[in-house]
Each structure stands twice: as C-alpha cells, then as structure tokens.
C-alpha cells in the first residue's frame, strides 16, 4: 500500500490540487462572498459544463489525438435538442435526440481518424466546420428558445443545494475514471496513445479503439449540450465554441501529453477546476474582464513551464 | 600511429563502462571491434568523437592532443562516423545530400546546381555505385542510402572512418557491394574502425581485430592470428558449441496454408503451407516482399486476393486483433517504432499481447501482471530489479527480450519472427535460437524471416526464396546452399 500512496504524493495530480487548495484559500480570503451556497452552486455549474468538455478533450489526447470539433458538436447537438422542444417533443427524447446526434458526430471523427488513418487535427477541424453549418442550416442562424420548464431540471434543478448536473457530473468523472484505470480497453488507449504502430503490432485493434475514444468524446459533448441549453434557457449552433479552447487548456493544465499516452480523468477535472475557480474570483474582486482572458493563460504557461523542467531534470 | 586512445575511464553514474581503454590505430588500418551489446563499444567511439566526455585518460590524433567537445570539431580533425540509423535527410536528393551545408556557390551566392550533380555523379562513379544523383534518398533502398551516406563521408576527405553495425537488414548482394566499397576506401588510405555483431564479415575486410568485453580490450591482434572459436570464447566468456543449435522435432499436420495470396503491385500468387513443429525460412533481397508478406498474414495490410487458412478452415483476418486471436503472433523488426512502449513499463510491454491473461472478473489485475512479467524476466533473464522500471532504459539486448517476452506471453501457435537476430550479439542470437527452439519443443510452428541466409540454413526446415514479389524457389533444409539461394534471389536460375 505504501508505495501507491508515494506515487500519489509524487504525482502531478497531487501538485495540482495543493495548487488548486492553495488558490481557494486565497480566494476566500480576498472575497467572503466566495463561500456563500450561491456561489459555491454557480461554481458546481460551471465545472459540470467545463469539466465535462475537458474529460472529453482528455480521452482524445490519451490517445494521441486531439479534437477542434468538440465545441461545434455541442453546438450541433444543441440546436437538435432546441428543434426537437420547439416542436413540442417529450424533453426526455429531445435529450436523447440531441445527445445521440453528437455520438454520432464523435462516431463520424472516429471513423475517419481510426479507419481512414487521417490527422486528427486535420479531420476535426474539418468536422467542426461541417457540424456548425448543419446547426446554423437547421436552426436558420437564429437562437432557439421557448422551451417548455420542465427541460430545465437539467441545467437549473438543485437537489439540496446540489445542482442536477454537478451530480450526474461527478457520476460521469467516476465512472470514466474507473474504466480508464481498470479495464484493458483503459489500458488500450493509454498504449495507442504512447505508440499507435507498436499498438497495432501487438495485436491491438487501433481503429475500434480510436472510434470508441471520438464517440465517448461526441457523448460526453452531447451531455454538454443538454446542461448547457437547459441553464441557458436557449440554443445556438455557436453555443459549445467557447469551450473547446478552455477544455483544451485544462486538460494540458491537469496533465495531458498531446504526444499522447498520458493524462488522467481526474487531472483533467482539476485542470477544469482551476480555470473556473480563477474566472469566478476575478468576477468578484471586480478585476477587468480582459484579465478573466490573460490570466488564465498566463497561468498555463507558467505551469507548462514547471511540468517541462521536471521532465527534464 | 594515427591514433592512440590512452588509459580511458568512464562511469555512468555508479555504473563503470569503460575501465583502462588503450586502444591504437595505424594509418590506413582497418580494425574489427567487437564485443557483446554493453561491451562499451559505443562509449569509446563517441568519447573520440566528443559525443561523450571522459572522466580520464588521453587522446593523440595524428600525433598531436585532442579532447574534442563537440562532432564538428572532430569531423573538422578527420573522424568521421557513420551510425546505426541514417543520418541523412530523406526528403533531399543523393547530391544535395553529399554536399550538404558546403554546396558549391556562384558569385550570387547561389548553389551551382549543375555542378552538384555532376561532381556527385563522380564520386558515386569513382565507387562503382549506379546510384542517380538526382535521386531522392527516401526513394532509396536503405542500403543504397547507406552507401550515400558512405560516399559523403568520404567526399570530406576524412583520415578515419567508424562505421557503427553498417550491413544491418543488407541482403547477401547488398553486403558484397558494401565491402567493395570498403576495399576502395581501403585503398585511400583512409583507417577504419569497424563495429559489428557479424563475425563472418570481419574476415571479407579487417586487417586485425579488437575484442572489447566488460569496458576493457581484452585482445588485439592480426586476423590470421585469431579463429572465430577464440573470438567468441573472448567476446562472451563462454565457449559456444554449436552457432545453430537446430533440434530434430518430428514435423506434425499442416496448421497454416497460404493459397495465392497477392496484393496488387506487390504480391503476386503466395502458396506455402507450414506444419506443426516446423520452422519455415523466407527470404529475398530488399523489396522482394518478404517484409510486406509477414504484415499481410497478421492483417496489417489488406490482401487483395487469396485466402489463409489457419487448421482447415479458411480465416477472415481484417485487423492484427484476428491475427492474434486466431493464433498468430509476429515479432516485428523494427525494435523501437514497431514493437515497444518506450515510457511505459515492462510489465505494460509485455502484457499487451494478452490483456485478458491479467484480469480478475475482467478487470486489471496489477498484482497478477507483475507476478507474470517478473517471471518472463527471470526466464530472458532481463536485467532490471522491477517490472515497473521504463522499457526506456534498459539496454537494446534487454528491450529486444521484451519482444519476446511478450510473444511468449501471449502464447500463440504460429510465431512469425521477422529479422529477428539483427543487430544483435552472437551469444544472444544464440539465446534466441534457443528460444524458437523451445517454442516448437511446445508445437509451435515458425516463420522465420531473415536476410541472414546463413541462420537460416542453419536453423530451418525449408527456405522459401523471393524474388519481386514471387516466390521464386523453395529449398528443403539439406539442398539449401548460400550460393543456391543467392542465385534465385537475384533473379537467375
């Protein structure tokens, strides 16, 4: 036991949450509305939806992969959920539609990124145009709204003070954990990521294993989508674009390699964390808002700088 | 005396690698020097080559003190080398390459063009090499792009060559080319210093021999006065009986049958059948196919027409995780790009081929996949104290034990090992031979793949010989002859 206590105590996860620890302590300190429930509630929020698109970036980048496209699937599937409720659709199917739209999306990069062996930069950016056009084209380039008050229990319902999502997100965070770590298809990726010709050599589907990793990542957007059009009361085919560089960001601040074959769940959602964490105390010390942009940035780059001169020592 | 290595010491952290070196060169020799892998061979040439520092010791270069610091300033005294790995750039072409950073200029300062082409042209000329200049060099065989790399070499006009493992993958013809070009170099008076695991080259072009063993010299002295017993008795410290320890198995029933298998453009029409307990040899020169054939069976690349039929019963092989599951298992060539996880552990490496072995109620079992790596590493006796420890680090002959490790963990029927032994020591080939030996003690059948016709007349049950994608001929193991092989390799009858 005590050896895997060690690697925790030396691992860049366990670096991060001091980092994380050591930025809530100041936070609170320098605003005492920071501990409030409310704002302990809008926080929860916004790491569902941060987190969230940032476990999905991570999943890609273990396997060596990357993708742009994650913030126009959640934008796509926005736009089918916002139709399907328009049009007066049980918000249960609406939820569904929307979210097996963006599997499919994910399914779509998968196949050409695992089977048609295309760069999965290249082949996302092409897919995030594709999947914002069809938005825009469906939803006539204009914001749905008018949706029935029933669909917000996913974005806006509370059990206790808990909001819905941060519990269905913690769920999510758990479960991928666990399948990462523990099963052999976990193991698959990670491997795929460090060496996907050595993978295929061994005997490792390469391509099944690189349309599940996109599909997830097309799921998980599509959770997205739900929570976030349900909060925000409203749907546009632009709605996940501001999320795709942040969930970029905190997947690389909680431990990605984009060389691939590293990374953790975890890291990912402390990563998530800390940029909503410096966002929401820049908000309430009244800190211009060009700093909630320069700050976080700066704050990647100087961490980007420990982790590589640790590499190296 | 052209060069003289005097009393060099050098440790890697705790660990001593070379111990008293005194190592000395005449003009114009050509010196063999071998050892095992970690014998500190490598470790030598890059301290001349101010790759390496020392921790003690002197050298003379043409008479004079040197301690060079850095390749350029040891490429500007004369030593050049050629490494393991090509060093050149594959998108250039054969004469930008050779003249690479010192391109003849106008006065504009522009490159000369015409000139490049035709001075190159005579160079490769001067070595009997048809090699166009204007080639592009990745459209090069990697022999070819060896000899270019050669010729740049001594365009430079260099008063020492080192040439690290040089023939690696070279067919037969490619090697007799090679040394007909270190017999011209030779009569430039250029010394060289040669690196190699194959004993039976030294003898086609070195004046004396090195022996190097634990990072010190443990013999030199003129070929003639050396026989190839002592040598390896020298270089292991073990007497070694029989180079190619073949078992006499009883052969059993056909397990595998390849019918007119071809790929368009590359295969054409591949019948051979393989049987329990039997190790078939394929062989040919470079672009024969033989590379691109054992790929095919473990469906890395498509087959167009054909069919492979594994125990009687024909197999749709789409992806390598058919073929593994259907029996099959291939040790692939390239150490690095093709076979390991470099940042992952030994216990990752070699429970890749079969994840389900080291699972409880379908999950990981880290326990389980320790206690099972451990015991592949006590068996290829692997040096390393853990599991855990990064394939990064060990030493090449340890990270080419994991390939097998990991093979024989996943225990398939039908091994393909493709270029199994290159760049490899003669007591670990030995290892190796013994390792397929006991794989078909336990009935499994083996491709052998290899351009070392040599082991594999010396090893196998049959040779199949290709040629352009075809197979041209097939020997049984007592009409094989390397001569016979050759002949059909090229293309005569």
């Known amino acids: 036991m005590l050896p895997v206590i060690n690697k925790v105590f030396k691992s860049k996860e366990f670096f991060l949450l001091i980092f994380l620890v050591a930025l809530i302590v100041i936070v609170s300190i320098a605003s005492p509305f920071f501990l409030s429930i409310n704002n302990l509630a809008f926080i929860a929020q916004q790491i569902s939806e941060v987190g969230m698109m940032s476990m999905a970036m991570m999943l890609v980048i273990i396997t060596g992969g990357i993708d742009f496209s994650l913030g126009a699937i959640a934008g796509f599937s926005g736009v089918v959920i916002g139709l399907m409720l328009t049009s007066g659709a049980n918000i249960w199917l609406a939820a569904f539609s929307g979210i097996l739209a963006s599997t499919l999306c994910g399914a779509f990069n998968g196949y050409l990124i695992g089977k048609k062996n295309i760069s999965s930069l290249l082949a996302t950016l092409s897919t995030s145009l594709v999947f914002s056009g069809i938005g825009i084209v469906l939803s006539k380039g204009q914001p749905l709204s008018d949706f029935p008050t029933a669909y917000f229990i996913f974005g806006q319902g509370n059990l206790g003070y808990v909001p819905v999502q941060f519990i269905g997100f913690l769920i999510i965070t758990a479960m991928l954990s666990f399948i990462l770590y523990y099963t052999p298809w976990g193991r698959k990726m990670y491997l795929i990521g460090e060496n996907r010709t050595a993978a295929a050599f061994s005997g490792i589907n390469t391509d099944k294993i690189l349309l599940h990793a996109y599909t997830i990542a097309g799921l998980l957007s599509g959770i997205t989508a739900v929570i976030l059009t349900s909060r925000l009361s409203t749907a546009r085919a632009d709605l996940g674009n501001s999320y795709m560089l942040q969930s970029l960001a905190a997947a690389v601040l909680g431990g990605a390699d984009l060389k691939g074959g590293r990374g953790t769940i975890i890291g990912a959602v402390i990563g998530a964390t800390i940029f909503v964490i410096i966002n929401n105390g820049l908000t309430l010390l009244n800190f211009p808002s060009f700093m909630q942009v320069l700050l976080p940035g700066l704050i990647l780059i100087v961490i980007l700088l420990i982790n590589n001169s640790a590499h190296y020592s | ?415 393909i090992f493709d270029e199994p032994t290159s760049g490899v020591d003669v007591a670990a080939k030995i290892d190796i031979y013994n390792i397929i030996n006991e794989l078909i003690r336990s009935g499994v059948s083996i491709i052998f793949i290899s351009s070392d016709v040599q082991e594999l007349i010396g090893m196998c049950d049959r040779i199949i010989v290709m040629c352009d994608g075809r197979m041209v001929k097939e020997f049984y193991r007592n009409q094989a002859s390397i001569e016979g092989i050759f002949r059909y390799a090229t293309g005569n009858k």
């Open chain 2, 1 to 415: 005396m052209l060069l003289e290595m005097k009393n060099i010491y050098k440790r890697f952290n705790d660990n001593p690698v070379l111990n008293g070196i005194d190592f000395y060169l005449e003009k114009g020799e050509v010196r063999a020097l071998i050892g095992e892998n970690g014998a500190g061979k490598s470790t030598l040439m890059k301290i001349l080559l101010g790759l390496c520092s020392m921790d003690n010791g002197e050298i003379y270069f043409d008479g004079h003190p040197i301690s060079p610091s850095h390749y350029n300033e040891a490429q500007s005294l004369g030593i050049s080398m050629i490494f393991h790995s090509i060093s050149l750039i594959p998108d250039l072409s054969v004469a930008e390459n050779i003249f690479l950073q010192r391109e003849p200029l106008n006065k504009f300062r522009a490159i000369k063009w015409g000139q490049i082409y035709i001075e190159a042209k005579k160079y490769l000329d001067s070595f009997n090499l048809t090699i166009n200049p204007k080639a592009l060099l990745a459209d090069l065989p990697t022999s070819q792009q060896r000899f270019v790399e050669i010729v740049k070499a001594v365009s430079n006009n260099p008063k020492l060559i080192i040439l690290d493992e040089p023939t690696i993958g070279f067919t037969e013809e490619e090697a007799s080319t090679f040394f007909n070009l270190i017999k011209k170099i030779k009569t430039l008076g250029i010394a060289i210093v040669y690196i190699t695991h194959r004993l039976e080259e030294i003898e086609n072009i070195c004046d004396s021999i090195s022996i190097m063993r634990n990072g010190l010299i443990v013999k030199t002295d003129r070929l003639s006065n050396i026989d190839m017993e002592t040598l390896i008795k020298l270089m292991s410290g073990k007497t070694i009986k029989e180079r190619y320890p073949k078992l006499d198995i009883p052969i059993g029933k056909e397990v595998l049958s390849v019918n007119n298998l071809s790929i368009n453009g590359i295969l054409y029409n591949i019948n051979f059948s393989l049987k329990r307990g039997e190790i078939l040899g394929i062989t040919g020169l470079y672009g024969s196919g033989k590379e691109i054939l054992s790929e095919a069976l473990f469906g890395l690349i498509p087959i167009d027409d054909g069919a492979i039929v594994l125990d009687d019963s024909t197999a749709n092989i789409h992806n390598s995780e058919d073929a593994v599951s259907l029996g099959l298992g291939y040790v692939a060539p390239n150490r690095h790009a093709e076979s390991l996880f470099l940042n992952r552990s030994i216990a990752e490496n070699i429970s890749v081929t079969n994840l389900e072995a080291v699972t409880k109620h379908k999950l990981l079992d880290r326990e389980k996949e320790f206690h099972i790596s451990k015991m592949y590493m006590h068996k290829l006796q692997i040096k390393s104290p853990t599991p855990q420890e990064r394939v990064k680090v060990l030493s090449s002959g340890d990270q080419k034990k994991i390939i097998l490790a990991k093979w024989l963990h996943r225990k398939s029927n039908i091994m």
